[in-house]
């Protein structure tokens, strides 16, 4: 009897699962083995919110292995020792799994090379669409800019999509049982349910109604018309070239515009593979001094800024675990650029709240705002009420999450503190923690501001 085993990590599904494909159509029984990894909390990265999000990905997992006739063989501890204990014990020839492009993940593949030898077989396109090393230009081991990074991209094909297994065949295997969602304290209120069931649920909604109006609505704070399809991607509920493929046969404006944000994610990880260092260190250091206030800090991570759509992303992060995209950027904005605060933290209080909270996503785009990454203008500045706006001319999406400003008119929304003094202090809402155009770091306030 041949066995292989198939080592979940960052691709916790059934369907386009190279690492599973692999496994069932080579051996007779295949041990589907996810390891709640020491290393990961060890990092950091298990913060309550992506543990929650796990635990449903996991349970949905083991239920779609028990409707083919196997289940999902779990065990803690150290990933290289756990893993060298199933091969011994259930004899298995080949052990397969997914690469990362974060230092972690380059770290656990050469623990398990060195434990398996040619033993381990590693799947490329599984976590992105391409590959972090599929495309780089002469010279270079990776794009530093987008859109050269884009073309390649666009004329690379994407590998074809795998199917789901009809039937898992499970050898005799210990496993420890599953750690369920309900023992996970300290989760955001309004945290969304995982799973790959609900991702594909969630995918064909998107792709019935709402990719079509992607072009001209994801901007729409109040409209909420991003797909909300992150925290699978990061999880590995769905996989990313699968989405690449179901948005170009849908054939529309829209559709290749959420092509090219699936894109930008793979730019990321193709930086972050060529630079592990970006995790934690600037791309490109423009010689910044950063300030350190922790009054503006703790006004910012409780959406207490005065600034409305600022306050509004920080507490829609904080109810969700999620934040829309433009949020993100205005909140990330406002702590580099108006508070001239280090972008580092920013980062870290992102992932220690966001359900789709990946290293090479979150770090490479705050690094984008600070103006230490690759965007080609470091001193572009996104002034909050003139996005406000734009972005949500009526308040709605402003008094959605910071109620206080419910009964606030339209005129002063995004600039409350331009009513009589009375009215603000009636409604509970903080003054400016900073007036804007302060020159506060090495960018002028009201240059280059968008």
């Not at 970006?278 to 503006?296: F, L, M, N, Q, V």
Request: aromatic share 8%; charged share 25%.
């Amino acid at each position: 009897m041949t066995v292989s085993v198939a080592l979940f990590t960052a691709d916790l599904r059934l369907h386009d699962n190279p690492v599973l494909h692999a496994a069932v159509r080579e051996a007779e029984r295949v041990v589907p083995l996810f390891v709640y990894d020491d290393g990961v909390r060890a990092a950091g990265f298990d913060a309550p919110n992506r543990r929650a999000f796990l635990a449903d990905c996991l349970a949905d997992l083991d239920a779609g292995l028990r409707a083919r006739g196997g289940r999902l063989v779990v065990r803690s501890g150290d990933v290289v020792e756990r893993v060298r204990a199933v091969v011994a014990e259930t004899g298995a020839d080949r052990v397969h799994v997914a690469g990362g492009p974060s230092r972690y993940a380059v770290r656990r593949e050469a623990a398990l090379r060195e434990a398996l030898g040619r033993a381990l077989v590693v799947h490329d396109a599984v976590v992105t669409a391409l590959a972090p090393g599929a495309v780089t230009p002469a010279g270079s081991d990776h794009y530093a800019v987008f859109t050269p990074y884009f073309r390649r991209w666009s004329a690379t094909g994407v590998r074809e999509v795998v199917p789901a297994p009809r039937q898992v065949r499970v050898p005799e295997a210990d496993s420890e049982p599953l750690r369920p969602r309900a023992e996970v304290t300290g989760t955001s209120p309004g945290l969304a349910e995982g799973g790959e069931t609900v991702g594909r649920k969630r995918l064909r909604a998107w792709l019935k109604d709402g990719i079509a109006g992607y072009e001209s609505g994801h901007d729409d704070l109040a409209g909420d018309a991003t797909s909300r399809l992150s925290p699978f991607l990061h999880f590995g509920a769905l996989s990313a070239a699968e989405l690449v493929h179901l948005a170009r046969r849908e054939g529309s404006p829209g559709a290749d515009a959420f092509v090219r944000q699936l894109a930008w994610r793979d730019f990321h990880h193709q930086v972050l593979a060529a630079r592990p260092d970006a995790a934690s260190a600037d791309y490109r250091d423009r010689g910044d001094r950063w300030r350190h206030d922790e009054r503006e800090l703790a006004a910012w991570r409780a959406g207490r800024t005065g600034y409305p759509l600022v306050d509004a992303a920080m507490r829609q992060l904080a109810h969700e675990g999620w934040m829309h995209n433009r949020g993100r950027m205005l909140a990330a904005s406002f702590l580099t650029k108006t508070l001239y605060a280090d972008w580092r933290l920013g980062a870290r209080h992102f992932l220690d709240l966001l359900v789709d909270g990946d290293i090479a996503n979150n770090q490479l785009n705050w690094q984008w705002v600070a103006g230490t990454g690759n965007d080609t203008r470091p001193n572009r500045i996104l002034n909050p009420v003139t996005q406000g706006k734009r972005l949500d001319p009526h308040g709605t999406y402003v008094r959605r999450w910071v109620p206080e400003l419910a009964e606030v008119p339209n005129r002063s929304i995004h600039e409350p503190w331009k009513l009589p003094a009375a009215e603000l202090a009636a409604t509970g809402y903080p003054q400016p923690v900073v007036e804007l155009g302060e020159g506060r770091g090495r960018f002028e306030r009201g240059r280059g501001t968008a």
